[in-house]
């Protein structure tokens, strides 16, 4: 079955410094997606992605935060400076596009998550 | 999105049927109700949706109430492998919609 994967499990990395979250999404999906969790907390939306532009995002997506899809397969989360308070999973999501006929029809939001990538911030 | 409201709690004994119940009294006329359901720290899971009727796959069962306000997803014969936080979202099934995770029920199902 397929699934979406990322890399690193988990990356450990000192405030101030840049990291790169990558991703791959199942591979007909069109619609990504990356969540963050912070230990204990709930899941929280940072940015939606479509048609190599940003669909969404939320008040935590700022300045420092960007996505990219340097080719057909990945989907990265770059965080440029990094604070303390970036520790958290962050999740990558991807759903494909539902059509008919040529006619879209919408994602459904049926989204499937991968296994996440740990960052920690000393 | 409309807001929903689940108990933070519930226990289930393995191989009973586990009833999550949610409330979504704001809901409007095309919003869905989805079910995830997060396997401690692991990515969410998608597990059903629907939008007036019930629904039923392979994994669960979907009962939405006539006037939509509420609904209980249905694990029909719950593992031990069913311990998880469950949660109900409404949304609007557009196109890259964001999916606004509550603090949804952590099932415990025991043996």
């Known amino acids: 079955e397929p699934e979406v994967t990322q890399t690193p499990s988990h990356q450990v990395t000192q405030m101030g410094q840049e990291v790169i979250l990558r991703c791959v999404p199942i591979s007909n999906h069109l619609y990504f997606y990356w969540y963050r969790q912070i230990l204990g907390q709930k899941v929280e939306f940072l940015v939606s992605?479509?048609?190599?532009?940003?669909?969404?995002k939320s008040e935590i997506f700022d300045d420092q935060f960007s996505v990219e899809r340097p080719d057909g397969s990945n989907f990265t989360l770059k965080i440029r400076s990094t604070k303390l308070e970036d520790s958290a999973m962050y999740f990558c999501?991807?759903?494909?596009?539902?059509?008919?006929?040529?006619?879209?029809?919408?994602?459904?939001?049926?989204?499937?998550f991968g296994p996440g990538t740990r960052l920690t911030v000393l | 999105d409309a807001k929903t409201t689940q108990p933070p709690s519930m226990d289930c004994a393995e191989g009973r049927a586990a009833n999550l119940p949610c409330n979504h009294s704001t809901i409007s006329g095309n919003e869905y109700v989805y079910w995830y359901r997060q396997i401690h720290s692991q990515g969410p899971q998608y597990i059903i949706h629907?939008?007036?009727n019930n629904e039923t796959n392979e994994m669960a069962s979907l009962i939405i109430t006539e006037d939509r306000k509420s609904s209980t997803l249905i694990l029909p014969h719950a593992t031990l492998r069913d311990t998880a936080v469950y949660y109900c979202?409404?949304?609007?099934?557009?196109?890259?919609?964001?999916?606004?995770f509550g603090s949804g029920t952590q099932l415990t199902v025991l043996p």
């Open positions: 992605f479509y048609n190599n532009e940003i669909s969404e």
């Open positions: 629907g939008l007036k």
């Open positions: 979202i409404a949304s609007f099934s557009g196109s890259a919609r964001q999916l606004t």
């Open positions: 999501a991807s759903s494909e596009l539902i059509a008919s006929g040529g006619v879209k029809l919408g994602s459904y939001n049926e989204q499937f």
